[in-house]
């Protein structure tokens, strides 16, 4: 085993572990763990400092999950746009390949919590090899995002694998990888790892830090090391009520970032996944976080703010002009120039 797969095997999967590791009592959250599995790894374990702080309310179970009536299991309509079961074909020039199902943290607001970290997460090298032969078949495919699930979390040989065949095709342009490692386990990010990685260029990644917190000395030395392997790093938060919901917690994450040569890429409006209901935010506060960073922030640090519509209609850049109304009655206009209303949450 690898040091990082050895750290990965000690991680806490057990409510009753957090307990005895913070001197605090947690009744009842096998309940909530045993829907949607918990994992929290020693490295992101020793970043949190107890319950409520904002790397806690990302990780730890929360009964908030299991009682909300009216979330989508399937927020973003993926399950109809996937021609094989590993791969998500939503927009013509580019396709999600789902690699891996599992991730080394179990992030609460996960809008495919449903599917991560159980068997209904489907990764066999039998459904990746249908999905390959999708992308080889579909010449109109020039971008592909390695996703799950987190790609990082497969072995080196298995990773390389699914890339070389991918490279072999010649009309994949350029690879995407959606990883939260750097976040969530920097050990992962070895020097072995990153040699294997720059043969295939052009390659991006994209990674996932939501908390100043979450920038620590280790993740900035994964990040060096991607970074000159030749990697492009981007990152993609999402709006968490509770955690990053502030223009000052924003500002902090969105240079901290640039200084470890990740560059913001994407804010997400928290989907209406089931099970997230505790960490929406309204569109109001997203809008009100963007323009306090316009101007007085370098113009590298702003991320794009997009929500993803239900149903399969992708990513819109929320400005203030794409939405109109306000309260629960807001409208927000669809790549297609529609007008779709969305359950928004009053101020
Ligand atoms: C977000 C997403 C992409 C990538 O979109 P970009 O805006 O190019 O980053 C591709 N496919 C699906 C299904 C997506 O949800
Ligand atoms: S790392 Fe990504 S896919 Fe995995 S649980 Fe977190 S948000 Fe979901």
């Known amino acids: ?31 909530v763990s045993s829907r949607y599995p918990m994992r929290i790894p020693p490295y992101y374990l020793e970043l949190m400092e107890g319950p409520g702080d904002p790397l806690w309310r990302q990780a730890v179970p929360d009964f908030a999950e299991l009682s909300e009536p009216q979330g989508l299991s399937d927020p973003l309509g993926e399950d109809d746009l996937s021609p094989v079961p590993a791969l998500i074909h939503r927009y013509a020039d580019r396709v999600v390949l789902l690699v891996s199902g599992a991730c080394a943290l179990y992030c609460r607001f996960c809008t495919r919590k449903r599917r991560v970290g159980t068997e209904t997460m489907d990764c066999s090298n039998s459904q990746i090899d249908a ?3 999708y992308i080889a078949t579909t010449p109109a495919v020039r971008d592909v995002i390695l996703s799950g699930g987190d790609p990082l979390l497969l072995e ?11 490279r072999a095709v010649d009309h994949v342009e350029m690879i995407r990888i ?33 908390h100043p917190a979450e920038l620590t000395p ?39 970032l640039l200084r470890m040569r990740v560059r ?10 089931c099970g997230t209901a505790h960490f929406r935010t309204p569109i109001a506060t997203g809008l009100s976080i963007m323009e306090a960073l316009r101007g007085p922030t370098s113009g590298l640090a702003l991320p794009h ?35 779709v209303s969305y359950p928004d949450i009053g101020s």
């Open 178 to 210: 959606g990883s939260r490692v750097p976040v969530t386990l920097p050990s992962r990010i070895t020097p072995e790892l990153c040699r294997m990685l720059s043969r295939f260029h052009p390659l991006y990644l994209n990674t996932h830090f939501n």
């Open 156 to 166: 080196d040989h298995r990773l390389e694998s699914i890339l070389s065949r991918l």
């Open 218 to 256: 280790e993740s900035a030395a994964a990040c060096a090391l991607l970074a000159d392997s030749g990697i492009v790093l981007g990152n993609q938060t999402v709006l968490l009520r509770g955690v990053n919901d502030h223009p000052e917690i924003m500002r902090r994450l969105n240079v901290g």
């Open 1 to 31: 085993m690898e040091a990082w797969q050895k750290e990965l095997a000690a991680s806490l999967v057990k409510p009753a572990a957090l307990e005895e590791h913070f001197g605090v009592e947690l009744p009842g959250l096998e309940a």
């Open 131 to 133: 999905a390959i032969e």
């Open 305 to 339: 703010y997009v929500i993803d519509l239900p149903g399969g209609l992708g990513k819109v850049e929320l400005l203030p002009e794409q939405r109109r109304g306000s309260g629960e009655a807001v409208e927000v206009r669809s790549p297609a120039g529609l007008w």
């Open 264 to 273: 913001p890429y994407y804010l997400h409006q928290m989907d209406l996944a």
